[in-house]
């Protein structure tokens, strides 16, 4: 079935950096642009950017330009997110979503990968 | 940025109970709005996409509307597998922002 899979829970110092993957199974890979959101304990979703799969191109939110970088691997299938420079506020859910360009939407998500910074 | 201005942001209801939630947006997004449910450690599950159209295997008691600026999503008959945090997502434009979401809860 159409799923995405996601790397298991980080525990970062500050000051690190984190590295997500997201496996994507059951669909062709670079027919759907890559998205990650992020949530913190207690909060709502946080849009983070996107990936073009085919071109590799980004949109990334302003709020963490600089810091973010994600990337793909289309021949494994697989969407990348790195954040560096981990602060205690960055403490979060990351998931990856597919977003279909059919019907404007976030139709499949991944289980999600808990970040947790703290010194 | 589009910001999305969920309402309420808690609301205590019992099963049986017609609900209704409220999403405003800072400009117009035509019909680009999601509806999603999340339960507790679980990712976010899609209910409604283009404001009114239900996502395939998704229960008839919720419904979606609007356009432009004002959104809503109905559920006419809540079940106990229903309480759970609604968030809103519009997809008109980058970035792609969600509402603040609104948790139900049981009465």
């Known amino acids: 079935q159409v799923q995405l899979v996601q790397s298991g829970a980080e525990v970062k110092k500050p000051g690190a950096s984190v590295k997500v993957s997201c496996k994507a199974s059951g669909y062709t890979f670079s027919d759907y642009y890559m998205h990650w959101v992020r949530q913190a304990p207690g909060q709502g979703l946080e849009w983070m950017g996107r990936?073009?799969?085919?071109?590799?191109?980004?949109n990334y939110v302003q709020k963490f330009q600089g810091r973010v970088t994600m990337t793909r691997d289309t021949s494994i299938s697989t969407a990348f997110m790195e954040l560096s420079s981990l602060r205690s506020d960055d403490t979060a859910v990351y998931y990856c979503?597919?977003?279909?360009?059919?019907?404007?939407?976030?139709?499949?998500w991944g289980q999600g990968t808990m970040v947790t910074v703290s010194s | 940025d589009i910001q999305l201005t969920q309402s309420p942001s808690f609301l205590s209801a019992s099963v049986g109970e017609r609900v209704t939630i409220t999403c405003r947006a800072s400009q117009g997004i035509s019909s680009y709005l999601a509806w999603y449910q999340q339960k507790p450690g679980k990712a976010p599950k899609l209910l409604i996409y283009?404001?009114?159209t239900l996502q395939r295997g998704v229960p008839s008691r919720f419904s979606g509307s609007g356009s432009g600026t004002e959104f809503t999503l109905t559920i006419s008959s809540l079940q106990p597998e229903d309480f759970a945090t609604y968030h809103c997502q519009q997809l008109n434009s980058y970035p792609r922002t969600f509402g603040g979401g609104t948790k139900v809860e049981i009465k």
């Open positions: 990936i073009n799969p085919v071109s590799g191109g980004t």
């Open positions: 283009a404001a009114s």
């Open positions: 979503s597919r977003e279909n360009l059919e019907f404007d939407t976030f139709d499949i």
